[in-house]
């Protein structure tokens, strides 16, 4: 009997018609989570890799600044779901907003599937990586 193992990931972005994503330079995280509260890890691990990117992140009580450059800050909403059976699914989407307008400037998202539900994680975050890597990144 042979066993075949095997893990797939996806990643896809979306960008609205008109959006300058080079005009953003910075990034506010504030009440920017849905889905299971358990799995806080994979949204941080998504916050992570957002501030790693070329992107400054500010703080919400950095009014001064956000008053100063509030035409190029994004405020993302990250949302992810995950399968709780091994071999299920995991999926991450992260929709980035205009601060000042609330528009929707670009949706990024991914899923993994692997043998178990932390190899569906890791395989998710590794395709959101590349993702955002590739949006911001220049």
């Known amino acids: 009997m042979i066993a075949l193992m095997t893990s797939?990931?996806?990643?896809?972005i979306v960008l609205s018609n008109n959006a300058n994503i080079n005009k953003y330079k910075?990034?506010?995280?504030?009440?920017?989570t849905s889905g299971d509260r358990e799995l806080d890890d994979v949204v941080m691990s998504v916050q992570n890799q957002i501030a790693e990117t070329n992107?400054?992140?500010l703080s919400p009580s950095n009014t001064l600044k956000i008053l100063e450059c509030s035409d190029s800050i994004l405020s993302p909403n990250?949302?992810?779901?995950?399968e709780k059976w091994?071999?299920?699914h995991t999926y991450i989407t992260v929709t980035f907003y205009d601060y000042n307008t609330n528009q929707s400037v670009a949706v990024i998202k991914s899923s993994g599937i692997g043998m178990t539900?932390?190899?569906?994680?890791?395989?998710a975050l590794n395709a959101i990586r590349k993702k955002i890597n590739e949006l911001f990144k220049r």
């Open 55 to 57: 992107l400054t992140v």
């Open 8 to 12: 797939c990931a996806s990643g896809k």
């Open 78 to 82: 990250i949302h992810v779901t995950s």
């Open 26 to 32: 910075y990034v506010i995280f504030g009440k920017e």
């Open 117 to 123: 539900v932390s190899h569906d994680q890791s395989i």
């Open 86 to 88: 091994d071999g299920g």
